[in-house]
């Protein structure tokens, strides 16, 4: 039996963060060959046996819309932290969006705004629900910060598109964020 979720981590992981511990090549739009990645994984004894297929079934499984296939190449939607910038579709995001954190991390998003951390990008949900799943990552009692997405626009931040939940911002000063 395939255990789809430890694949899909594993596949956020080549995808995301370490596509060379894979011998992965990645373009700047974040796609790699199936079967590079493919080879990769079916030379690990858990995954021998993995195909495309399995592939499909992984992203079909998924609450999370987290990958894309198209003409026999995958890539993340969102994610990212490796050295080289992966490009998004600039694109005006919705009115309001919103960032669910930890208690913690409060004081210095409201001194520093919200900062891409570890990936490339800051990531934002489309709703309040994702933004709360996605605090509670990270702290059992998340905060929701709404963000003006329209205001920051306006004044020049970009947005991208991850996918139908997710937007990826570059940095977004404090201004345009208020807790929830
Ligand atoms: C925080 C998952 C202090 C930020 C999720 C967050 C998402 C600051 C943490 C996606 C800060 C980074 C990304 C500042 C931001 N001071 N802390 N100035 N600015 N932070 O995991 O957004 O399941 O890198 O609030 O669902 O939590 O993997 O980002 O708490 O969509 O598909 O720094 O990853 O998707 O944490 O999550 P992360 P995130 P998957």
Not at 37 to 52: F, G, H, Q, R, V
Not at 71 to 81: C, D, E, P, T, V
Not at 153 to 158: S, W
Request: aromatic share 10%; net charge negative.
């Amino acid at each position: 039996m395939i255990n789809y979720i430890e694949l899909s981590k594993e596949i956020s992981y080549a995808l995301r963060h370490a596509p060379w511990e894979y011998e992965l090549e990645m373009d700047e739009e974040g796609w790699v060959s199936v079967e590079q990645l493919l080879d990769a994984l079916n030379k690990d004894e858990k995954w021998e046996s993995i195909s495309e297929k399995d592939l499909i079934v992984m992203i079909q499984k998924s609450e999370k819309k987290r990958y894309e296939i198209a003409n026999r190449k995958i890539r993340a939607y969102y994610g990212h932290s490796v050295p080289i910038k992966i490009a998004k579709e600039k694109k005006e995001p919705p009115r309001v969006l919103y960032h669910g954190t930890a208690r913690r991390f409060l004081d210095s998003i409201k001194e520093n705004g919200l900062l891409p951390k570890g990936r490339q990008y800051v990531h934002l949900a489309q709703d309040v629900e994702t933004a709360h799943n996605v605090g509670m990552r990270h702290d059992k009692q998340p905060c929701v910060l709404k963000i003006n997405a329209t205001q920051a626009y306006q004044d020049g931040i970009n947005f991208y598109y991850g996918n139908e939940k997710v937007w990826l911002a570059d940095e977004i000063p404090s201004k345009y964020i208020t807790e929830m």
